[in-house]
Every structure is written in structure tokens, then in C-alpha cells.
């Protein structure tokens, strides 16, 4: 079966650094585009990276030149590099992939930026 579970995370200050990672398994890593998503307390989840499987990236306009999405397809794992962080960054954040038209999620990290 699909998994996605991730680690890092955590309580920052404003302009601190954090990673997430995304180990996933029980699929074929390689050729799926991930995504990173994230949700804020009383808001919707809104989609922060996508990341193709050749490793072509996008992101939300909030976090351009911020944050960066990543791969290692041999750890079958990706990465939210998040640099500059900034109070309204505060959420959790869940990684996510479609497979054959069902959507997986990560059981979530908790980013916390103090101002």
C-alpha cells in the first residue's frame, strides 16, 4: 500500500531555516509527481511546491525564492528546503502524490514561526 511519511518540522524563529522530508513507499517513486501542501488554523489547504518526476518544480507565489522542493528518487524521498521563514508560514504542512486517481497524504508537520 501507498505511504507517505514524512519528519522535520517544528518551532523557528522569523528568518530560520527548516527541511521536511517525504519517505514514501508502495509505489513506483520515480515517475510520480509530488506535491507539498500546507494548512493554516481556519484557512484552506493550499498547495506551497509541486515537484515533477524529472524534478521540474513550482511553487505558490508566497514562497518563490523561499522555499525549495527536491528528490532523491533512490531514498524514494522529497524535500521542502524552507529558508526565510515568516510568521504567516505557520501551518501544517503534508506531502502528497495521486496514484491510479487516489490521492495519499503524509501525516503532517507542524511548522511554527515566532515573529
Known amino acids: 500500500q501507498v505511504q507517505l511519511v514524512q519528519s522535520g518540522g517544528g518551532l523557528v524563529q522569523a528568518g530560520g531555516s527548516l527541511r521536511l522530508s517525504c519517505a514514501a513507499s508502495?509505489?513506483?517513486?520515480?515517475?510520480?509527481?509530488m506535491a507539498w501542501y500546507r494548512q493554516a488554523p481556519g484557512k484552506q489547504r493550499e498547495m506551497v511546491a509541486v515537484?515533477?518526476?524529472?524534478?521540474?518544480?513550482t511553487y505558490v507565489d508566497s514562497v518563490k525564492g523561499r522555499f525549495t522542493a527536491s528528490r532523491d528518487n533512490a531514498k524514494k524521498t522529497v524535500y521542502l528546503q524552507m529558508n526565510t521563514l515568516k510568521p504567516e508560514d505557520t501551518a501544517v504542512y503534508y506531502c502528497?502524490?495521486?496514484?491510479?486517481?487516489?490521492?495519499?497524504w503524509g501525516q503532517g508537520s507542524q511548522v511554527t514561526v515566532s515573529s
Open positions: 515537484i515533477a518526476s524529472e524534478g521540474t518544480t
Open positions: 502528497n502524490v495521486n496514484v491510479r486517481g487516489v490521492g495519499y
Open positions: 508502495g509505489y513506483i517513486f520515480s515517475i510520480k509527481t
